[in-house]
Structure formats: structure tokens, C-alpha cells
């Protein structure tokens, strides 16, 4: 059983296409994240979702909108994609104990390509 | 602005040896340091964590020791193997007003654990 499951798991596209990754926890968490880690294999945060209401919006273009159906999907949509997006795109859930100390549990990654 | 400082960037081992990480943060409302391993096309996943009120942590071969007054911690894998090859990041939380962790990511050290 994939505890968090990511779709695609590669994305090759032309710049300025518009783009989905799909995000998905079957660990009953409350909340979800995406990150980015760029070639130099920087992790960073760009969003988190709690209870599919918006927490943490890092500094990231207006292209790139999440959205979160219920509790435990949250997607990404990139519109206008530009080769600077290239990445792995991780998606991560974590159960709201309350405390900084709550476990992120990571996805497989999505890699993108952008052409 | 990077306010979790990680080195060395690449590390290479003998089998049997001692792999070390250091860590360095600015921000002092930081109270949880976890460690997170991640192996090649795949997400990062917890390897041990540590509050500032220990100064050290083990979990098998791996420990983190911990100096709250330098702001510094640091990773100890004793008795490496080469299935410890992995890229290493140290991390940083704190507790706020909105639900979920934030993550800090250092910038990763990739281990390379020779037979």
C-alpha cells in the first residue's frame, strides 16, 4: 500500500503548456505539502494544506495554484510552464499533532521537464 | 536567506568508517532537528529527529548530537555500509500559529559509502 502517491511520476512538455500533478495519502492526515527540489537537490516548501484550507504559501509565482478536493488529495496545477520549472515536485502529508515535531511522510516525486 | 547551513555537500566513506554531517541554524526558535534520507528516485523519509533539550540522540548506528549554544548539530553514522549511499538532509521546525510543520531543508549531502 503507497502510503502517498503522486501522478505522473514524469512530465516532459513544450514551455508554455499548462500543467497537473496529482497528490493523493491513504494515511488519514490532516495535512499536505508540496516541495520542490531543483537539480542541485535544494528542497524547498511551496505550499501546505490543512484540511483543505490553505496554510503556507512560500514566495511562488501565481502560475503554480494548488488544490485540495478533500483532506486527502492535493493537486498541482502550473499554467504557462517555463524551463525554470523543471524540478522534482514532492508531495508530503503530515498528521496535526499540534507540535513543530510531526513526521512528513514524502511521495515518490514527479519529475518535470519542461522543453 | 538560508537558515539551515549543511556540509559537506558530498561525502565519501570507506565501509566500516564513520560518515559525519553538520548542520548549522540561525534561527533560535527552531526546537525540532530531524534528519530526513533519501535515496536516488525516491522521497525523503525520517531518519532520526532531535529536540534541543537532548543533546544527543542514537537510533542504531546513527546519532545526532546536538550543541544549542553554537546552534549546530550534526549527523554520525557509525559502522557505514554501502547501502547507507544516500543524500542526507538536516532540517528545522518550530512551532507556530498555523497548523502543519514548516520545514527547513539544508542543502543536502550526498554519502557515498564504498565496499
Known amino acids: 500500500d503507497t502510503a502517498v502517491s503522486q501522478t505522473p511520476k514524469y512530465l516532459v512538455t513544450q514551455m508554455g503548456n499548462d500543467k497537473s500533478i496529482k497528490c493523493e495519502q491513504n494515511?488519514?492526515?490532516?495535512?499536505m505539502y508540496w516541495y520542490k527540489q531543483d537539480s542541485k537537490k535544494f528542497l524547498k516548501i511551496m505550499f501546505s494544506?490543512?484540511?483543505?484550507?490553505?496554510?503556507i504559501n512560500e514566495t511562488v509565482p501565481n502560475r503554480f495554484s494548488p488544490k485540495s478536493p478533500d483532506k486527502a488529495h492535493l493537486n498541482l496545477h502550473i499554467n504557462s510552464l517555463e524551463l525554470g520549472d523543471s524540478a522534482v515536485y514532492f508531495c508530503a502529508s503530515s498528521q496535526d499533532i499540534g507540535t513543530s515535531q510531526e513526521t512528513q511522510y514524502f511521495g515518490p516525486g514527479t519529475r518535470l521537464l519542461v522543453l | 536567506q538560508q537558515q539551515v547551513k549543511q556540509s559537506p555537500q558530498s561525502l565519501i566513506v570507506q565501509k566500516g568508517g564513520i560518515s559525519i554531517i553538520n548542520c548549522a541554524y540561525e534561527?533560535?526558535?527552531?526546537?525540532?532537528f530531524p534528519w530526513y534520507q533519501q535515496f536516488p528516485g525516491k522521497g525523503p523519509a525520517l531518519l532520526i529527529a532531535?529536540?534541543?533539550?537532548?543533546s544527543e540522540k542514537k537510533e542504531g548506528r546513527f546519532t545526532i548530537s546536538f550543541n544549542k549554544s553554537a546552534k549546530q548539530f550534526s549527523l554520525h553514522i557509525m559502522d557505514s555500509q554501502p547501502g547507507d549511499s544516500a543524500t542526507y538532509f538536516c532540517?528545522?521546525?518550530?512551532?507556530?500559529?498555523?497548523?502543519?510543520?514548516?520545514?527547513?531543508f539544508g542543502e543536502g549531502t550526498q554519502l557515498t559509502v564504498n565496499p
Open positions: 494515511l488519514g492526515h490532516d495535512t
Open positions: 532531535i529536540r534541543p533539550d537532548v
Open positions: 532540517a528545522a521546525s518550530m512551532e507556530g500559529e498555523t497548523s502543519g510543520s514548516r520545514l527547513t
Open positions: 494544506y490543512n484540511n483543505k484550507e490553505l496554510i
Open positions: 534561527n533560535t526558535a527552531f526546537d525540532y
